[in-house]
């Protein structure tokens, strides 16, 4: 299971506001699946909101000019020929998920956050890292683009 697969009940909830079940999938109640990012981003209450505001500006500026927004496993994300990254408001932090690679590679200016394989976790009580954000960015579009094309 990836990043995002892993994290979109917890992220479900937030946005539905249902509160997580002991049994049974999250997803088969509460709201339907945003459409787009400006749906998702009306659902996400503050202090979320404003964070995750600033973390899309700061993909939107480190991403190729021609990258589109779109929603992915029910969260934001950017793709050009294909997906770059996805991004998403939980109820203590903003996740960026930018693949397990790129977070190795970070590893050293990551470790005053939590991480794990494919996910960086921006906690709400601390000032977002958008120059750090923008870094991780421009390193995953430029492994996206050495990527052979099938």
């Known amino acids: 299971m990836t990043g995002p ?11 539905s506001g249902v509160k997580e079940k002991k049994s049974g999938s999250s997803t088969s109640q509460g709201k339907a699946a945003p459409k787009n990012v400006a749906e998702y981003l009306a659902r996400v209450p503050q202090p979320a909101r404003s964070a995750l505001s600033k973390m899309r500006a700061a993909i939107r500026r480190a991403v190729p000019r021609e990258a589109t927004e779109t929603i992915s496993y029910r969260m934001p994300a950017f793709k050009h020929k294909g997906i770059l990254v996805w991004f998403a408001a939980f109820s203590e932090h903003c996740s960026l998920f930018p693949t397990a690679a790129v977070i190795a590679a970070f590893k050293k200016e990551l470790k005053s956050f939590s991480t794990s394989k494919g996910t960086i976790h921006f906690p709400l009580n601390k000032p977002l890292p958008v120059a750090l954000i923008k870094k991780i960015v421009k390193a995953r579009v430029a492994q ?7």
């Open 5 to 15: 697969e892993r994290n979109r009940r917890d992220q479900f909830a937030i946005l």
């Open 144 to 150: 996206h683009e050495a990527k052979p094309t099938r």
